[in-house]
Each structure stands twice: as C-alpha cells, then as structure tokens.
C-alpha cells in the first residue's frame, strides 16, 4: 500500500491503518475477555522483541542467520507461532506487535529522522514474519501430531505384546 497521510506529523502508510483495523477486528470477534487480554499481553511481548532485535542485531552479528531482517522475522514468527495457536489470532498478535514495534523505533529516532509508520520496509518485513510464523505454526502442528501417532503405537505395541496394525 504506497498510499500515505499526515496525521499530526506522522506519516502513515495505508497498511499501519488496514492491519490495526483488522487486529482489532479479530480481537471485538474473540469469544473471551482473557482471550484478548492474552492476545494484547502477546502483542506487546512481540512488539517488544521486534524492537530490541532491531535495535541490537547489529552488535551481535554471530546470531544473524541469512540477514537482519530473516532473524527478526524468524524469531518473532517462532514466538507468534508458539503462543498463539488459531491462525487469525496469530495472525492478529503478529500485526499489533509489529505496529507496537514500529510505533517504539520510530519514536526512539524521531530526533534523527521523520516519524514515518507502516513503510515498504516495514511491509515487507509483516509479510516475512507472517510467512515464518504460519510455517513455524504448521511445522509444530505436524510435529505434534507425529508425536502422539508414534507414542499411540508404542503404547498399543506394549499392551498387546505385539507389532501394531496399519490403519
């Protein structure tokens, strides 16, 4: 989204406003009061360790995988992916956390440069961290699910004393 506005000397892109419509969207659709009390504290934890990692990756390069930004999307993916498991919620807690965590870098450098939220970059690191955080979540889903089908036939194999039977 190229499209832009001055909102009280703060330039905001298109997609900070379509993101912060559609996390708050799924939050008024979610059933449960802790449930969005939950996904609010998950947003502000990854809004958190967007900024931090932005702010130091580059003093500890020995943790950067391919790049900067496949380090920050992978491990806040990872964390999205871990501790929230229905795709819209995490999709959601994805979008608020990153909104918090461009809100908190552009306010720590408005000095040096022009208060800008929701830029291309910041786009393309939504879409990257979006991407690692479905895989990681369907990656932990199938590990799980392997994880009870192996430990279902050892239990059958043991109580019957013999090889399991293909389903």
């Not at 802790?34 to 996904?39: D, G, K």
């Not at 392997?146 to 239990?155: E, I, Q, S």
């Amino acid at each position: 989204m190229r499209w832009s506005t001055d909102w009280g000397g703060i330039r905001v892109f298109g997609c900070t406003l379509l993101l912060l419509a559609g996390s708050l969207w799924v939050m008024v659709r979610t059933p449960s009061f802790l449930y969005r009390f939950h996904l609010l504290s998950i947003a502000l934890l990854l809004g958190s360790v967007y900024f931090f990692m932005r702010e130091t990756l580059h003093l500890m390069p020995a943790v950067i995988w391919f790049s900067s930004e496949w380090t920050v999307a992978a491990s806040v993916g990872f964390l999205a992916a871990a501790l929230l498991r229905w795709p819209p919620l995490q999709i959601a807690g994805l979008s608020l956390g990153l909104l918090i965590g461009d809100v908190m870098s552009a306010c720590a450098h408005r000095e040096q440069m022009a208060m800008t939220l929701g830029q291309t970059e910041f786009q393309d690191v939504w879409w990257l961290t979006a991407f690692a955080a479905r895989g990681c979540s369907l990656l932990l889903e199938g590990t799980v699910a392997g994880t009870k089908l192996v430990f279902n036939r050892m239990r059958q194999m043991v109580r019957s004393g013999r090889e399991p039977e293909n389903d």
